[in-house]
C-alpha cells in the first residue's frame, strides 16, 4: 500500500550579521559632517533583505551628559552635534556609545558603535558693545588704575582661566 506525504519546505530568515563600529576620535570644533555616522556600515543580511535600525540610544561616558542625536530614516546616519561638547575641559575627551538594533523586518541583532570627542581649545569670546566704561581720572596715575572687564568677555571651556592685558594705551 502507497501513502501520499506531502512535505512543505519553508526557508527560514537568516539574522542580520554585524560587528561592533569604532569611529575614531573627533573634536568637539569638527566639521558636522565628522559626527555623521553609518550604522549599517559592518551590517549586512544574508537573505539580500533591506536592514534598519532601530531602539537607538547615545550615552556619554559623563554620566551628567545627556546627547542630543537624530537618526535619518532615510540614510540611517546618526548625527551628533559636537557643539554640545564645548564645554570640555582642557586635555579630556568623552566616549559615547552607540546602542541599537539592526533589523531584517523579521529578526533584529543588537549592536554598539563608539565615538570618541576630544576637547580643543576654543577661543573666547566678547559679549558685544563697548568693553569698558570711559574712566576720567585725576591726579597721580603712578599707581595704576584697575578696571575690571571680565563681565566683557566669556570662554566656554569649562574651568579657563582667562587674562586680561592691554595695549596700545598711553
Known sequence: RVTRTDLVV?????????????????????LPEAASLQLLATSADP???????????VTSD????????????????????LSQF?????????????TYDVTDGVDSVANTATIVIDRENDAPRSAGGP?????????DLAGGVGVDVSQYFSDVDAGAELTFSVSGAP
Request: proline share 4%.
Open 10 to 30: 519553508s526557508g527560514a530568515n537568516g539574522a542580520p550579521t554585524i560587528e561592533p563600529l569604532d569611529f575614531g576620535r573627533a573634536t568637539e570644533t569638527d
Open 47 to 57: 537573505d539580500g533583505d533591506d536592514l534598519d535600525v532601530e531602539n537607538v540610544t
Open 62 to 81: 559623563n554620566g551628567a551628559r545627556t546627547v542630543d542625536f537624530t537618526v535619518d530614516a532615510e540614510s540611517v546616519l546618526l548625527s551628533v552635534d
Open 86 to 98: 564645548n564645554d570640555l575641559r582642557a586635555e579630556t575627551s568623552e566616549t559615547l556609545t552607540v
Open 131 to 139: 568693553v569698558a566704561p570711559v574712566l576720567t581720572v585725576e591726579g
